[in-house]
């Protein structure tokens, strides 16, 4: 069945380093992709998605690009800040699985000033 | 646009108690999925609702149980509380045969 893959956290880095988070994903069809940031007692926002193989989502500073090449969507920003600070979660979304969010168990980011 | 919209945002209950949460989905949107998420984990498929029935369901117990009315909000029911469902509660919203939804702010439920 379908599923995802992300770099397991914490991650933690200096304020205006480069970001990288890795995600792949396994699946049958042809998924959109996903990235979702949960701020601390918060719900799940969507950040950016692509839909089909070599789009690159991109909000807020924040990129990726589906490769499906490499069955991968790494989720990069230059120069991350305080307030970046939360956890990221990878999923992916198909008619394969009836449209359900298949997530990855998500990734920490703790930004030091 | 309210967005998806989630009652109670926290509650507290006794173990074999009872609850419901409630669900208001973004406007426009007719489909509305369950998700729980514990402390430290990502979100956990409970169901999908389209059309005022379940039209998926992850590997949740029959305790767990929905409802969707006419205009589309949705409650979770569920009976029997154990202490291992105290979790942030999350629901969203999309178009049927769209991949892109949106989420609540969740409900916190502790189960005590």
């Known amino acids: 069945g379908n599923s995802v893959t992300q770099m397991e956290g914490p991650v933690t880095l200096s304020e205006e380093a480069f970001l990288t988070i890795n995600c792949t994903y396994t699946?049958?069809?042809?998924?959109?992709l996903f990235w979702y940031v949960q701020y601390p007692g918060e719900g799940l926002q969507l950040l950016l998605k692509?839909?089909?193989a070599d789009d690159k989502g991109s909000n807020k500073g924040f990129e990726a690009t589906y490769r499906k090449e490499t069955t991968s969507f790494h989720l990069e920003k230059g120069s991350v800040q305080v307030s970046d600070s939360a956890v990221y979660f990878c999923?992916?979304?198909?008619?394969?699985?009836?449209?359900?969010?298949?997530w990855g168990a998500g990734t920490k980011l703790i930004i030091k000033p | 646009d309210a967005g998806v919209t989630q009652s109670p945002t926290h509650l507290i209950k006794t173990r074999g108690q009872q609850v419901t949460l409630r669900c208001s989905p973004k406007?426009?949107?007719?489909?509305v999925s369950w998700y729980q998420q514990a402390l430290g984990q990502g979100p956990q498929f409970i169901f999908q609702?389209?059309?005022?029935?379940?039209?998926q369901r992850g590997n949740f117990p029959d305790r767990f149980s929905g409802h969707q009315f006419p205009n589309y909000s949705s409650e979770l029911n569920v009976n029997a509380l154990l202490l291992g469902d105290s979790a942030l509660y999350l629901c969203?919203?999309?178009?049927?045969?769209?991949?892109?939804?949106?989420f609540g702010q969740g409900t916190r439920l502790t189960v005590v």
């Open positions: 969203a919203s999309s178009l049927p045969r769209v991949t892109e939804a949106f």
């Open positions: 609702y389209y059309e005022e029935e379940e039209r």
């Open positions: 406007s426009g949107h007719d489909t």
């Open positions: 999923a992916l979304s198909d008619e394969d699985s009836n449209y359900q969010l298949i």
């Open positions: 699946a049958t069809g042809y998924p959109s």
């Open positions: 692509a839909t089909k």
